[in-house]
């Protein structure tokens, strides 16, 4: 979905950096969420944000930390990484004018790599 | 608690003929449920949704799914394959008494048409 811009598409970075990947939308939605992929174990929740001042842990939010910056934007950090968390990232809104139903709306994802 | 689990991590089925992915949720109340497509190189796609009402869901592409709330099913149907809907297949479930949370995806199912 173009509207929901993931940055950067690829990112390699070794044991120990801090990083952070980004997310931005021009839907208007008001909810924004974190997903990482790995094979075989489908799409874990990490954060989710349903408004600006609004942030919640979701599955396996260890090892990580969010900023809602303005509704548009909402990112991710690895304060330390490690290589376990080498995965495909996403991020997602939906709209909660649509209600608690509303479908999620995803970017292209964040391909990062710990070496 | 709520979870979603596709059984198979693989269908194969020839172009022109039926195909079904399969679903089970469990939710302790009512089932919001979602499937979503991912062609590679790309984020999730919504496909359909069941929020209530009659148990045959029409969406996408010509997808469709049905609802069974006996055996807690959501399963994927399409009457006649294409070898375009070759690609990984997300159930995703939200406990509509839990408003508050985000939605449950399960691992994914791989979806190839041969020509």
């Known amino acids: 979905d173009a509207d929901v811009t993931q940055t950067p598409r690829n990112r390699i970075t070794k044991t120990g950096k801090r990083i952070m990947l980004e997310c931005s939308q021009t839907k208007g939605h008001d909810r924004m969420y974190w997903y990482r992929q790995d094979p075989g174990l489908g799409l874990r929740l990490i954060y989710y944000?349903?408004?600006?001042?609004?942030?919640n842990k979701g599955e396996i939010s260890d090892g990580y930390s969010v900023s809602r910056q303005a509704q548009a934007k909402f990112s991710l950090s690895l304060e330390s990484a490690i290589p376990n968390q080498t995965a495909l990232y996403f991020c997602?809104?939906?709209?909660?004018?649509?209600?608690?139903?509303?479908?999620?709306?995803f970017g292209n994802g964040t391909r990062l790599t710990v070496t | 608690a709520q979870s979603v689990a596709q059984p198979e991590d693989q269908v194969n089925v020839a172009e022109g003929n039926p195909l079904t992915v399969k679903c089970t949720y469990s939710v302790s109340g009512n089932p919001y449920l979602f499937w979503y497509v991912q062609y590679p190189n790309r984020g999730l796609q919504f496909l359909l949704k069941?929020?209530?009402?009659?148990?045959l869901v029409k969406g996408s592409y010509g997808f469709e799914a049905e609802f069974n709330k006996s055996q807690t099913s959501f399963h994927l149907k399409k009457p006649s394959a294409l070898v375009s809907d070759s690609a990984l297949y997300f159930c995703?479930?939200?406990?509509?008494?839990?408003?508050?949370?985000?939605?449950?995806f399960g691992k994914g199912t791989t979806l190839s048409v041969s020509s």
């Open positions: 069941y929020i209530t009402g009659d148990n």
């Open positions: 995703a479930v939200r406990d509509a008494r839990q408003a508050g949370t985000a939605l449950i």
């Open positions: 944000s349903f408004d600006v001042k609004d942030i």
């Open positions: 997602a809104t939906s709209d909660s004018s649509e209600g608690h139903n509303s479908p999620l709306h």
